[in-house]
């Protein structure tokens, strides 16, 4: 399979995003929209003769252009219609990777080769309705929830979006020090754009004017992804975040098929999603550089 090279310029956004919006299967980062705001310049591979797309992320920093997984995203999805078979385009890219980048570090769905090493996210499928995701709840899960004091707050959907990103800078840039001002300015940007153009959102549970706990969720389809949250430190010791999970998921009661916590390996944060349901599923780190950039660093730290 031959594959053609795309510039930014080149790409049918709506095209692309339409190929987003109807895979499950592909990660909500994989947006145009989504990449235009986490990448510092990005491409794609297109196969000749199909309608079968990889995104391509890079940094132009460094003598020859460096394939990477930008802020904010997990994965790299191939873009097709569901239930194409991505074989021939998986073994493409493999060769063709190499050739157009001397240094890359990116995850994907697929392993580049033998030393690509595996990684796991977490999510629910068959979902039904929020009696049925309740059912998947640990011992542990249902008592943080039960124990958290709801009726001293609010729940408020899309307020306060300002304060809600600043409370995640503050909780998040706290025990993660390499975030810097750039990162959530770039965080800022996605709840914006991703409430004006696709299905974003902001859950906070308040005590007018405070926020306790918040969360940036985007609804594709029927499919819910928490993208990232944060709570004050004595909230989450009450629970906030389990509160808040299970508050969300009440709003979209019969309306959602997966739940996709766009995961981590971190073991703490892990085991918070699989004590709501979540399981294991796999994909790939592949690497053959050891120049890591300060992005990347970031992103082992948030996923």
């Given at each position: 399979m031959k594959l053609i090279y795309l510039k930014r310029e080149q790409i049918d956004t709506k095209k692309w995003d339409e190929l987003?919006?109807?895979n499950p299967s592909?990660?909500?980062?994989?947006?145009?929209?989504?990449?235009?705001?986490?990448?510092?310049?990005w491409a794609a591979y297109k196969a000749e003769d199909q309608e079968l797309y990889f995104p391509l992320p890079y940094l132009k920093?460094?003598?020859?252009?460096m394939l990477y997984q930008p802020i904010f995203s997990r994965v790299l999805s191939i873009l097709s219609q569901p239930g194409i078979d991505t074989h021939e385009f998986v073994q493409a890219?493999?060769?063709q990777i190499p050739i157009?980048?001397?240094?890359?570090i990116f995850h994907s769905d697929f392993a580049m080769n033998s030393d690509s090493k595996e990684r796991v996210y977490q999510k629910i499928e068959g979902v039904q309705d929020f009696e049925n995701i309740e059912k998947g709840y640990s011992t542990n899960a249902k008592r943080q929830i039960k124990k958290y004091?709801?009726?001293e707050v609010e729940v408020l959907v899309n307020s306060n979006i300002?304060?809600?990103?600043?409370?995640?800078?503050?909780e998040l840039g706290a025990k993660i020090p390499e975030l810097k001002d750039d990162q959530f300015r770039i965080l800022d940007q996605l709840v914006k754009k991703a409430r004006k153009l696709n299905g974003g959102f902001v859950i906070n549970l308040c005590n007018n004017p405070e926020i306790r706990a918040t969360g940036f969720f985007i609804k594709k389809k029927e499919n819910l992804i928490f993208l990232k949250g944060a709570a004050k430190e004595e909230e989450m010791k009450k629970g906030a975040m389990y509160a808040m999970m299970n508050e969300t998921f009440k709003q979209f009661d019969g309306k959602i098929k997966t739940i996709d916590f766009d995961g981590s390996n971190i073991a703490s944060v892990a085991e918070f999603y699989k004590r709501l349901g979540g399981k294991n599923y796999t994909y790939f780190e592949n690497s053959n550089s050891p120049k890591i950039p300060i992005q990347y660093k970031i992103i082992k730290k948030l996923f």
């Open positions: 987003v919006e109807n592909v990660s909500v980062s994989n947006f145009s929209w989504f990449l235009d705001t986490i990448s510092e310049k920093g460094m003598k020859n252009k890219l493999r060769k157009d980048f001397k240094h890359y004091p709801l009726e300002s304060d809600s990103v600043d409370l995640m800078k503050r």
